[in-house]
């Protein structure tokens, strides 16, 4: 693993927790709101959307970077399916939310993986 360090260790923490709690899927009750975890992902601690300028802030690695940019298309798809000004329960209950539970699974085991590996100076 190549890593680039961080610039913004807190929002490292803001990015992680959110991934995490998209992944799972016990934590997702009637009191669920997601709608501060996406705004982590969106605008707050990166662009998973376009992730690559969020290297050495607070993504660690390239496949850090692609795995947020899989989660990125799988929160745009979602995003387009849901209705104006969307719910919590709407949210959950799309068919576009399993992806985004499935691919923040996989982006959330990388993540925790580089933070255990990484070294610090």
Do not use: K, Y
Not at 48 to 62: F, Y
């Amino acid at each position: 693993m190549t890593d680039r360090g961080l610039t913004l260790p807190a929002l490292r923490h803001q990015l992680v927790t959110a991934v995490l709690t998209l992944a799972a899927p016990g934590l997702q009750d009637a009191d669920f709101d997601p709608a501060p975890h996406l705004a982590a992902l969106l605008t707050d601690a990166c662009d998973a959307t376009a992730p690559v300028p969020w290297l050495g802030h607070t993504l660690r690695t390239s496949e850090e970077a692609a795995l947020t940019a899989d989660l990125g298309t799988a929160l745009r798809h979602h995003l387009a399916a849901l209705p104006p000004d969307p719910t919590p329960t709407d949210h959950l209950r799309s068919p576009t939310w399993l992806p985004i539970t499935t691919t923040a699974a996989h982006l959330a085991r990388l993540l925790v993986h580089n933070d255990h590996a990484a070294t610090t100076p």
